[in-house]
């Protein structure tokens, strides 16, 4: 059966992500407005379909294949650092600074998957590593392994939080947040009074002068990590030094825009700099704004948000465009110029073939997005939390999970015109190992994601098959269960399990990309929802057993970029529901390459379940046309040669599983041609 296509009109900008901004109507409180509060760890599951799969996945293959790794010694060291460190193990302490925040990922990961599903050899394990890092912390409660290592062997020049690329704020933060979780889940105190002695050393740290690092700390996980330990002990100690390491970062003069401190925060208004570095800062200001009601610290956050979603996103969620920039792009005074790694770049520059949008910036910004919605409620935020957990996010892991990727390009060729730093295909290991940790963490704590709550209402963040239970002092203990195979399809069914005193109101997202929506309650008459982009409130006295059918329309796309990104100019892309989808070699007749491949925009698309395929995914069928390319050998240019456009059958995948197959070429963006 031929399904129907969404213009790109009906939702107005030429970006989807921009219809958040323009031409859709936004709801939700602004700051001020009572927070939203998170679920409980373990208080939601993802039961069956898309991400009880991927959270398996990461659960069996994933993080044991990395707890292998990290215990070993080759290809370098993880856990061995703090048994060298320890004096438990000969040898030299050994790879990236930021290893150790890895280990704390992984550790976080663990409680997070602890806490849905026990498991005693594994706890067992957790229990074991942190045992581990108390006995590699120094009696001031110092932590930094590579730090320590050069004191024990007589260093002068190695001295605490004496040079920022040690990465120790980085890794304490993630020591932190793995703490508060590991404590919240089990109620144990091991790691929390590693953390809490490791906070009071950065507390003492900051007794004039500040060192550098805490200064102008690079990758600033810190801000979120203490929020994380006030939160879960309740220690207004630890907000307090979260506000006092702001304030000591808000007084950098000299600063670059690699790591967003050459303008005073206040001044803020274009992401810049280092992908990574810029989206930890701003979901740890968001952290403090929730935390504190700073107002001064709103309207930055809203300002870069909006030049992201406006001028710096790919389709795909992806962050960090270029491998290597400059920033300030251009400047008349070349010193004010530095130089800048996996940069946002300027606006618009967003290349397809050398993209960057390492997974650690993408997750990143699914951390920013979904603090922006706790703080307002708005739905724009939801749905670029959605946008880029489906797409950047999860394509930086294939699906055996123990392979992946470091960048995630939207275009790779074979061979490439040129060699570039990561590879293009997903490996075991790379020198530069955040992602994958960060990667599982993120998975394994999804669950907390699907819904929030504030007073009497119930917010349904993500759409997927779970059970989900909500307390709170207003409402009692809610529990309901969605029933769907979101986002193959878009009827999502609520089933109310426990239904709290009095009226409560169910929040439903109508995601911007939806063309409408549509509501049964208890299978009564069908509702016409609000606006794509807006939520839906449903207010009733609720019984157990009522259900809730909610059905959104899930259409192909097609979406053009705007005319000023070069790379896809007259170009076109391919999203149905919030599944980006894209264009693979395996699917064409051999010697036929993906570049060489046009659609006609608005043409029949099929839209198909494939259960054989990738693990199972929904594809998009359709004629498109192709012509060979030619001879380019030892050309630049040539004269405009006319060739024969030809018909084939065409089948897009979803982009987060591209590369599952044989080594190929890729693109999301396709010509676009005339009828």
């Known amino acids: ?123 067992a394990r957790v229990e074991d590593r942190i045992a581990l890092i108390a006995r590699a912390q120094d009696p001031d409660g110092y932590l930094q392994t590579s730090v320590q290592w050069r004191m024990r062997q007589g260093d002068t020049n190695a001295v605490p939080f004496g040079d920022r690329f040690q990465f120790e704020l980085y890794n304490l933060g993630h020591l932190f947040s793995a703490a508060a979780l590991h404590y919240r889940v089990t109620g144990r105190t091991s790691l929390l009074a590693v953390a809490e002695k490791a906070a009071g050393r950065l507390e003492r740290a900051l007794i004039e002068p500040v060192p550098e690092a805490v200064r102008r700390p690079v990758c600033p996980s810190h801000f979120m990590g203490l929020v994380d330990l006030y939160r879960a002990t309740g220690r207004t100690r630890w907000l307090d030094l979260a506000r006092r390491c702001w304030a000591v970062r808000s007084g950098v003069a000299g600063g670059d825009d690699d ?46 948000w909006s030049n992201v979603v406006e001028k710096k996103l790919y389709l795909t969620g992806g962050c960090g465009a270029l491998y290597d920039g400059a920033s300030p792009d251009g400047a008349r005074d070349q010193d004010q110029i530095s130089r800048v790694h996996q940069a946002y770049g300027r606006d618009y520059q967003l290349p397809q073939l050398t993209a960057h949008c390492e997974t650690c910036a993408n997750i990143g910004w699914a951390l920013w997005n979904w603090r922006m919605l706790r703080a307002t409620g708005a739905v724009q935020y939801a749905d670029a939390l959605e946008q880029v957990l489906y797409n950047s996010v999860l394509s930086g892991m294939g699906l055996d999970g123990t392979n992946f990727f470091y960048t995630n390009p939207l275009r790779v060729t074979d061979p490439m015109p040129f060699e570039l730093r990561w590879p293009r295909q997903r490996v075991p290991f790379v020198s530069s190992f955040c992602c994958p940790p960060n990667l599982l963490r993120i998975v394994a704590g999804s669950p907390g994601w699907v819904a929030m709550v504030s007073n009497r209402t119930v917010c349904v963040v993500l759409y997927g098959a779970s059970e989900v239970r909500v307390t709170g002092p207003e409402l009692g203990e809610v529990r309901f269960r969605q029933e769907t195979e979101y986002p193959w399809s878009g009827r999502v069914r609520l089933v109310m399990e426990r239904a709290p005193e009095g009226p409560m109101t169910l929040r439903l ?4 990309w939806t063309g409408s929506a549509r509501l049964r309650i208890n299978l009564g008459p069908e509702q016409k929802g609000p606006a794509p982009g807006a939520w839906w409130d449903v207010t009733r006295e609720w019984r157990a057993g009522d259900v809730v059918d909610l059905d959104l329309e899930m259409e192909p796309i097609w979406w053009e970029a705007h005319p000023w990104v070069e790379e896809s100019y007259q170009q076109v892309a391919l999203q149905r529901g919030p599944v980006v989808y894209c264009l693979e070699s395996a699917d064409l007749p051999r010697g036929i390459s993906p570049m060489d491949v046009g659609l006609v925009p608005g043409s029949p698309l099929r839209v198909r379940w494939d259960g054989r395929l990738l693990g199972g995914v929904v594809v998009l069928e359709g004629t498109g046309r192709w012509r060979a390319r030619g001879d380019w050998t030892g050309r630049l240019y040539r004269p405009w040669m006319e060739a024969e456009w030809q018909e084939l059958t065409v089948r897009l995948v979803p982009y987060c599983v591209w590369g599952n197959r044989q080594p190929g070429e890729m693109t999301v963006w396709l010509r676009a041609l005339v009828r």
């Open 1 to 123: 059966m031929k399904s129907g296509v969404k213009s790109l009109r009906r939702v107005g900008p030429v970006l989807w992500v921009a219809a958040w901004l323009v031409g859709v109507p936004v709801s939700g409180a602004g700051p001020g407005e009572p927070r939203w509060e998170t679920l409980e760890p373990g208080s939601s599951r993802w039961t069956q379909g898309f991400w009880a799969g991927r959270w398996a996945l990461c659960r069996t293959q994933t993080l044991p294949a990395l707890d292998r790794l990290f215990s070993g010694a080759e290809p370098t060291h993880f856990w061995r650092n703090f048994e060298v460190v320890a004096g438990e193990a000969e040898g030299r302490r050994r790879g990236a600074p930021f290893n150790d925040g890895e280990c704390y990922k992984w550790l976080e990961a663990a409680v997070a998957f602890l806490a849905l599903a026990p498991d005693p050899g594994l706890e």
């Open 259 to 304: 790591n967003q401190d050459r303008l005073p925060y206040r001044d803020h208004a274009e992401a810049v700099g280092h992908a990574v570095r810029a989206n930890y800062l701003y979901a740890g200001a968001a952290d403090l704004y929730l935390e504190t009601g700073d107002a001064g610290l709103w309207p930055p956050l809203t300002r870069v």
């Open 509 to 512: 997202r109508v995601p911007a």
